[in-house]
């Protein structure tokens, strides 16, 4: 980042190049020196790429899209809830579930997370 901050500093002709340079040389030295955490501040560079504002974009303007997947994905857990305690109560771990609203959370848990 140093030879970056020369080549940035030789050929800017912007203030805010030269401030954004700056704070990632520093944030650089500091995670050398003092912490490897302060290396994170260079993530933030990639926000400013295209790409990444493509993709920020398209989940946020697609949200009414997305929260159909995400309550069409609920339903058919639901429906896997109801049948797993209906049919297969008695090959679950005990407790896990007492209830339809228990099992209908346990299998959307295990859905979820594997």
């Known amino acids: 980042y140093s030879l970056r901050f020369a080549f940035v500093y030789a050929t800017s002709t912007k203030n805010q190049e030269l401030v954004v340079a700056a704070v990632l040389l520093f944030c650089s030295i500091l995670g050398t020196i003092y912490s490897p955490f302060c290396f994170v501040v260079h993530v933030l ?5 295209h790409s990444a504002r ?4 398209s989940a946020t303007l697609n949200l009414p899209k997305l929260a159909q997947a995400g309550l069409f994905i609920c339903l058919t857990v639901y429906v896997y809830a109801v ?3 209906l049919m297969l109560r008695d090959q679950h771990r005990e407790g896990k579930c007492f ?3 228990n099992c209908a959370i346990s299998y959307l848990d295990g859905g979820l997370t594997g």
Do not use: A, I, R
């Not at 560079?45 to 790429?49: D, M, N, P, W, Y």
């Open 45 to 49: 560079e990639f926000f400013g790429e």
């Open 54 to 57: 493509m993709l920020l974009s």
């Open 83 to 85: 049948v797993g305690f």
């Open 99 to 101: 209830t339809l609203l």
